[in-house]
């Protein structure tokens, strides 16, 4: 069965930093395009950064361009999203998601970025 | 980036009837579209890729169709369960984006 657990999320101040993980069970992570889509309270889905098919291309939304970092451990069958220079509009809850025509979703994890 | 704007941003229906969301990219995606359902507080439930193809259990009464520009979800004979905010999303060219999200709400 496929299944994702997110976790990493919480409360952090702005400015700050935070490190999502996505643990992958029942495939290979690296076999497919993996995407983190984050959703703010009350508001619709936002595609937020993906690997392509094969993992040789990293790709961000410019609203997040040069603060987040999408990464993978192949070993740990583990997806990453770092996060800096936190901003209260990244307050969301961040969901991975398997595959470029999106099949499965975790069930997300919840950052607040408040002072 | 390709702009998603699906329509109509809410619609009210009854049990038993068939609705029809559209979703217009503002560039030419072929058939890289998907559709999603999402309930309060839970994650997305993927419906259908490559415009019209059903993910791996979703049921029949959903169905996809469209290529290049326009795209539609059919959700046929509404049960209560299909009361929820659908999205489509383009994975043509990065950025993915999604549409701005259909509340499909009982009547």
């Known amino acids: 069965e496929v299944q994702m657990l997110e976790s990493g999320g919480g409360l952090e101040q702005p400015g700050g930093s935070l490190r999502l993980s996505c643990a992958a069970s029942g495939f290979i992570l690296s076999n497919y395009a993996m995407n983190w889509v984050r959703q703010a309270p009350g508001k619709g889905l936002e595609w937020v950064s993906g690997f392509s098919v094969g993992g040789a291309n990293t790709n961000y939304a410019d609203s997040v361009k040069g603060r987040f970092t999408i990464s993978r451990d192949n070993s740990k069958n583990t997806l990453y999203l770092q996060m800096n220079s936190l901003r209260v509009e990244d307050t969301a809850v961040y969901y991975c998601?398997?595959?470029?025509?999106?099949?499965?979703w975790g069930q997300g994890t919840l950052v607040t970025v408040s002072s | 980036d390709i702009q998603m704007t699906q329509s109509p941003s809410s619609l009210s229906a009854s049990v038993g009837d068939t609705v029809t969301i559209t979703c217009r990219a503002s560039?030419?995606?072929?058939?890289?579209l998907a559709w999603f359902q999402q309930k309060p507080g839970k994650a997305p439930k993927s419906l259908i890729y490559?415009?019209?193809n059903l993910q791996s259990g979703v049921p029949s009464k959903f169905s996809g169709s469209g290529s290049g520009i326009d795209f539609t979800l059919t959700i046929s004979s509404l049960q209560p369960e299909d009361f929820a905010t659908y999205y489509c999303?383009?994975?043509?060219?990065?950025?993915?984006?999604f549409g701005q999200g259909t509340k499909l709400e009982i009547k």
């Open positions: 999303q383009q994975y043509s060219n990065y950025p993915y984006t």
């Open positions: 490559l415009a019209s």
């Open positions: 560039h030419g995606i072929d058939k890289s």
């Open positions: 998601a398997r595959g470029s025509g999106i099949s499965h």
